[in-house]
């Protein structure tokens, strides 16, 4: 175990519908990553926020997308109006103040979209 | 553009061989840094080993061991003495200033009794 929590773990929605995933990142880390990953690739980049500054977005986040990290301590990552193409696992990743270069991985959400 | 490449989808070794994971990556900066993950089946991703790109001396933690080429861009992963908890999906990345990781596709290591 990590140390990084994430909820739900799994998530089964319909088509359309609005999703919203949590993490809880090691208390004190300021860093904290939203990445996706789909079967047979590798973690993809979404998201990162700075305590609760969020500094950068990838291309990846659509507008149907949305984080945030009230007060700088857990993240939420919230998906409106989801579609089939939305499936996918989302992992939430912290680094703290020291070796700022290693990232500490939750178990992820695993979200189908019928 | 930054890219990390495993070329191997699928590996196999037998218990307590030497198996070797490769992975390529491209980036034009200078300072950076290199992981291997590892991803167990439904379980977290964890940290196996990280290289500074400024040193030269490869990284060793215990069984795991890599083979850092600056010039090449190749960092593999050497495992000695597999053991069957070492089967999973493996993943090169790295990351630069910004600290988000650039990832590879993965390699699923399957460890034969």
């Known amino acids: 175990d990590t140390g990084v929590s994430q909820d739900p773990r799994h998530k089964i929605t319909k088509r359309g519908q609005n999703v919203t995933f949590r993490c809880d990142p090691i208390?004190?880390?300021?860093?904290l990553y939203w990445y996706r990953q789909t079967l047979g690739q590798g973690p993809e980049f979404l998201t990162y926020?700075?305590?609760?500054?969020?500094?950068?977005k990838s291309r990846l986040l659509s507008d149907r997308f949305s984080a945030e990290r009230p007060k700088g301590s857990f993240s939420t990552l919230e998906i409106q109006r989801t579609e089939q193409g939305d499936s996918a696992m989302y992992l939430c990743?912290?680094?703290?103040?020291?070796?700022?270069?290693?990232?500490?991985f939750g178990p992820g959400t695993r979200l189908l979209v019928l | 553009a930054q890219t990390v490449t495993q070329s191997q989808p699928e590996m196999s070794v037998q218990e307590a061989e030497t198996v070797t994971l490769s992975c390529t990556y491209d980036?034009?900066?200078?300072?950076?840094?290199l992981f291997w993950y590892k991803q167990p089946p439904s379980r977290q991703m964890i940290l196996v080993i990280r290289?500074?790109?400024?040193?030269?001396q490869n990284a060793t933690e215990n069984r795991f061991s890599v083979n850092f080429q600056k010039a090449a861009k190749s960092f593999s992963l050497k495992i000695s003495d597999s053991q069957l908890g070492d089967a999973a999906m493996y993943f090169c990345?790295?990351?630069?200033?910004?600290?988000?990781?650039?990832f590879g596709t993965g390699t699923r290591l399957k460890v034969l009794a």
């Open positions: 990743a912290t680094q703290g103040n020291v070796a700022l270069e290693t990232q500490y």
């Open positions: 208390s004190e880390h300021n860093r």
């Open positions: 926020f700075q305590n609760e500054a969020q500094l950068e």
């Open positions: 980036t034009s900066e200078s300072d950076y840094y």
């Open positions: 290289q500074e790109a400024y040193k030269q």
């Open positions: 990345a790295f990351c630069t200033g910004t600290y988000k990781y650039i």
